[in-house]
């Protein structure tokens, strides 16, 4: 036999139906939904639960901006998960939002970041532990956090020291989205050059952000990439507020200037970063977690019990 042959790939004869296959997946990851972990991290007062209401398109966190000058502060002196189930045409998204203290608040900001790394490395020794167990769930509930928007102050200057070590700690163990808060306190021209010095103090600290290179990746994926890259760090503006420009609702604020329609991308660059978490990257942030984040973390706990074994004999 000829090794054209060989290599020939067979013709089916008649209609057999494995391609069906995808759907069958389909079908049974619609009747299980979708699990998506997002965590926030910033400073207190940037807007962080109003923006990710904003994304979703629902009330998920109450905000804890104040509406009354005699109000007292509020913050967030602990981290909260947040769980919530929402349904957009048939597929169910199981949404956990992890809200986390604001960092650089106190007087001494020593090892502010520790508590926030410490759970984010919680939740994979947690997967681990039902993972590694005898008789484990046929479908381990992922608590595993799939994405951290961190939140940047728009001082239009650069990042702040602290900003840069919690970034460093933050992408060794999460898949990190920066974005500029309340973009709209800035002018178009500070916060091009805003953006263009924080690129520059993120390549000089060497912070790998995501999305990460991949040999995977088709010619389409790294150039889809390379404008999210070059998007990066995303200047947002978040509002739960509809109002109403030529005759449409819209979501945005309203100043004595104008309007900020937090969906225009002539306005700010809301709407890529939502295209981006939840129409082009959500599973593959998922995956990420899984592939890198948590299988760095599991072959360095298998290899500490390994070594911790091999002394104890």
């Not at 509406?67 to 949404?95: A, C, N, Y």
């Not at 799939?146 to 992408?171: A, E, N, Q």
């Not at 805003?194 to 690129?199: E, L, M, S, V, Y």
Request: charged share 25%.
């Amino acid at each position: 036999m000829s090794l054209q042959a060989e290599s020939s790939q067979p013709v089916l004869q008649s209609y057999v139906g494995f391609d069906s296959i995808t759907s069958q997946i389909e079908k049974k990851l619609l009747k299980r939904g979708f699990q998506f972990n997002v965590m926030v991290v910033g400073q207190s007062g940037l807007g962080k639960s109003t923006l990710i209401n904003t994304i979703f398109a629902s009330h998920l966190i109450d905000s804890k901006g104040r509406t009354q000058p005699d109000e007292p502060t509020r913050q967030t002196v602990e981290i909260h998960s947040f769980t919530e189930e929402i349904i957009e045409r048939g597929v169910k998204l199981r949404l956990n939002i992890v809200d986390t203290p604001g960092y650089g608040d106190q007087v001494n900001n020593e090892n502010c970041w520790e508590p926030i790394v410490k759970y984010i490395k919680d939740q994979h020794s947690s997967f681990l532990r039902k993972e590694l167990t005898a008789k484990r769930d046929r479908f381990i509930q992922d608590t595993r956090i799939h994405c951290c928007l961190f939140f940047i102050s728009p001082t239009g200057h650069s990042l702040k020291p602290i900003d840069i070590v919690v970034l460093k700690k933050l992408t060794e163990v999460v898949n990190v989205v920066p974005v500029i808060a309340k973009s709209d306190s800035l002018t178009i021209e500070e916060r091009i050059a805003f953006k263009h010095r924080i690129k520059e103090e993120m390549a000089f600290h060497n912070i790998k952000l995501y999305p990460y290179a991949s040999d995977e990746d088709d010619e389409q994926d790294q150039k889809l990439n390379e404008s999210i890259q070059d998007l990066i760090p995303f200047a947002v503006v978040g509002s739960e507020k509809t109002i109403i420009v030529d005759g449409k609702t819209v979501r945005g604020r309203q100043n004595r200037w104008g309007v900020i329609n937090v969906e225009n991308e002539n306005h700010c660059e809301f709407i890529h970063l939502r295209n981006f978490l939840t129409r082009t990257h959500l599973q593959d942030l998922i995956e990420t977690t899984a592939m890198i984040h948590y299988e760095t973390f599991r072959s360095k706990q298998l290899l500490a019990l390994k070594e911790n074994g091999q002394q104890q004999q």
